[in-house]
Each structure stands twice: as C-alpha cells, then as structure tokens.
C-alpha cells in the first residue's frame, strides 16, 4: 500500500492519499485545500476510485465534493447518524469563521463489518462512535493499517464536547474495538503522527 499524508487547512487534518501497483486509489478525509489535493492526484497519475469519509466534521469532508464533481467518483462514508452534521455543514463553517460550504450527503453509507474493495485493498468497516455518532474505521487487516479519524490518537483520544459527542462511547470504541485489533496494527489518526495499538495499549494517558 502506498500512502501519502497530506495534511490540510488551518486544523492541520490528516488527508491520506492511498493507491495500489496499478495506481487505483482512494482518498480519505479531504478536509479542505481541494487544489491541493487535486494537483496532487494528477501529479502522481492516480485513478481515483472513491471518496471515504469517516466523519462529518467540516475539517474532514470540506473539500470531498468538489473532489467528487472533479473526479466523478462517489462518496462512502460515514455511518448515517451523522446525516445530522453533514446537513450542518454551512453553520460548521460558519462557526469557525471559514469559506461557506455547501451541505452534502455520501452516496453510500457504511456499516459495521462492512467490507469494500478498492483496488488491491479489503477495507473492514467499524463503527466508532463517540467523537460523532457515525464515526468509523476503516481497517485492512492484511496491511496492517487504520484509518480511524478522530478516535485514537498517538498519545490522546478524540474530543467529546461537540454535538452529539460521548465519552464513555468513545473510550468503549477504542477498548471494546480497535484494542481488539492486532497489536501490531499501524493507526493513521485524523491529526498528529500515526501510532500503533501496542503503543496506545501501553503508554496512552488517557486509557490506563
């Protein structure tokens, strides 16, 4: 698997740029800066098959239609009890003072243990809410890498204080789920450097 971060906008958001040998891609949480990644994308001859989502925050899905309009692929992603925050997604922006945004809603929503295919990778799905009610994960578990947005992070977990936000769904996701995940499993986090489950296990303040 070949990934590139990209991090993007003022909120520094992990947009990951992933494509297989025969440069079938996907690209998860385009928060913004929608040239960037479009430039980027041609650059590398990338022939993007879908738009993934794992969360309706605005710092994760702002440039994901114009992505799609460009590219015309669909949007998957995420799980339908944040239909709420992709309809408020011009109040979002509002509120932290950024470019209006039109609201949207995916083309497909996604479930637990789900499984899609793009390309060369098997992506399981897991619904972690917390940080929104319809945050997932997306899991391969044959290349050992997560994106999990903005549940588990190197050294912290995700905010609870937005709407709709549970701590005690948050910490439950992370235990009762992604701790049920091999040790070994690399986590691309929403923000921050990626980590592993083992290090979170051991040395995670907020989950000993």
Not at 101 to 126: K, M, S, T, Y
Request: proline share 4%.
């Amino acid at each position: 698997m070949n990934i590139e971060i990209i991090p993007v906008t003022a909120f520094q958001q992990n947009c990951s740029l992933i494509w297989d040998d025969e440069k079938n891609a996907a690209i998860i949480d385009p928060g913004g800066d929608a040239e960037k990644l479009i430039q980027r994308i041609e650059e590398l001859e990338l022939n993007l098959k879908v738009i993934l989502l794992t969360h309706a925050h605005l710092d994760h899905v702002g440039a994901a239609k114009q992505l799609k309009d460009y590219f015309n692929v669909e949007i998957w992603g995420s799980q339908e009890e944040d239909q709420f925050l992709f309809e408020s997604l011009p109040k979002q922006a509002e509120r932290f003072g950024l470019a209006h945004i039109n609201a949207f809603l995916p083309d497909r929503w996604l479930h637990e243990d789900e499984v899609i295919n793009v390309g060369d990778f098997q992506f399981n799905i897991l619904h972690l809410p917390g940080h929104t009610p319809g945050h997932i994960g997306f899991i391969e578990q044959e290349k050992k890498v997560a994106f999990t947005g903005d549940v588990l992070f190197q050294g912290g977990i995700g905010r609870t204080d937005f709407p709709r936000g549970n701590y005690e769904q948050l910490i439950s996701s992370i235990r009762e789920k992604l701790f049920k995940l091999n040790d070994d499993m690399i986590i691309i986090a929403g923000h921050g450097p990626y980590t592993t489950i083992q290090r979170e296990k051991l040395t995670n303040p907020f989950l000993k």
